[in-house]
């Protein structure tokens, strides 16, 4: 196998010492201490660095590295590659994009976090997101309480009527609190007695979004609340999985429903769990190293077995596609702002 490095470049690199993180556990403990200095939740850490300590304390033949290597297979954030770095006969980057709605033109494979994204760029494969590391799951000792609501993601990524005063008086008449968590307690949800995240009451998908927040509940041991996205609906198996909201009336419903309804919490909880073990440490562990063993070993013979013309027509063709990209975003752009 051609050797598998995960570049982060010297600058972003983190600061504290990671050559003696090799056990599951000081994994763990070493991305939670991230986390609090919420560096976790920038991609080159949450995606790079977590994903190359994962599959190197799983014994997979791997190295993280400062500089871009002149051979094998790269795994890197595809802003951390100069714009117009190509990659040569010897070598084959893999791109994760993460929320990024434009790829790096010139890296042969793309990861996303989202299965539309998939569709929507050329070479690309799904891998979900890690669980956030070190999470809580909710108390056993609140047993059946539905009093607290919370939001776990940035204060910008939630729609406007979830953020106004009317909408903590409506939540305070049904006996219920609004609580937006901190960034460096995005790992607790041990008060936590359900989830709501809306990013918009439009139609639209998100589709560079992950479902993270669908998983983290799953693992969490709550029921979720989410608005109508592309990467939850993906994910969607029963009606057991989130209750989906369109409009600020179906949140207060949704809301009301579980509150009253005990068994529909606990059926949600059950299925929750079942479903996140899909989403495991040990389950994506395994998904990564069948993606390098299964899908970017043999791009990279292909690779370097293509002639020059070949690999000059892909980056063509790939730049062209960002540039195309580019220009319907920007025309996007101005047609909503003259609405």
């Not at 539309?116 to 050329?122: D, M």
């Not at 609190?177 to 989830?195: F, L, Q």
């Not at 990564?288 to 970017?296: G, H, K, S």
């Amino acid at each position: 196998m051609p050797p598998v490095y995960f570049y982060i470049p010297h600058n972003d690199r983190p600061s504290v010492e990671i050559s003696n993180i090799v056990q599951i556990e000081d994994i763990d403990t070493y991305l939670q201490s991230l986390s609090f200095q919420r560096q976790i939740i920038h991609p080159v850490y949450c995606w790079i660095l977590q994903t190359y300590l994962r599959l190197s304390a799983s014994g997979f033949p791997c190295t993280l590295v400062g500089t871009l290597p002149h051979e094998g297979i790269v795994i890197t954030y595809w802003e951390s590659i100069p714009i117009d770095f190509k990659a040569s006969v010897k070598l084959l980057v893999v791109g994760i994009i993460a929320d990024g709605i434009y790829p790096h033109p010139y890296t042969q494979i793309r990861v996303v976090q989202n299965h539309k994204a998939a569709l929507k760029f050329s070479d690309s494969y799904f891998i979900p997101l890690w669980p956030h590391p070190g999470l809580i799951p909710r108390s056993s000792s609140r047993g059946d309480r539905f009093e607290t609501i919370g939001y776990f993601g940035d204060a910008n990524n939630l729609a406007p009527e979830l953020k106004s005063e009317a909408w903590q008086t409506q939540l305070q008449s049904l006996g219920l609190k609004w609580c937006p968590i901190e960034p460096d307690r995005w790992h607790d949800y041990s008060d936590i007695d359900t989830v709501l995240a809306v990013r918009s009451f439009e139609k639209r998908d998100y589709f560079q979004k992950p479902a993270t927040k669908l998983f983290n509940a799953w693992h969490a041991g709550v029921p979720a609340i989410l608005g109508n996205e592309s990467a939850f609906e993906s994910e969607r198996k029963s009606d057991l999985d989130y209750i989906e909201v369109s409009s600020p009336d179906e949140v207060l419903a949704a809301l009301k429903r579980l509150r009253d309804d005990p068994e529909l919490r606990h059926a949600m909880i059950v299925n929750g769990r079942l479903r996140a073990e899909e989403t495991s440490v040990g389950n994506l562990t395994a998904r990564w190293r069948d993606f390098i063993t299964q899908v970017a070993v043999p791009a990279y013979e292909a690779w370097g077995s293509a002639s020059y013309v070949t690999q000059q027509s892909l980056f063509m063709q790939r730049f062209l596609a960002k540039k195309i990209d580019g220009f319907n975003h920007r025309l996007k752009k101005a047609f909503t702002a003259t609405r």
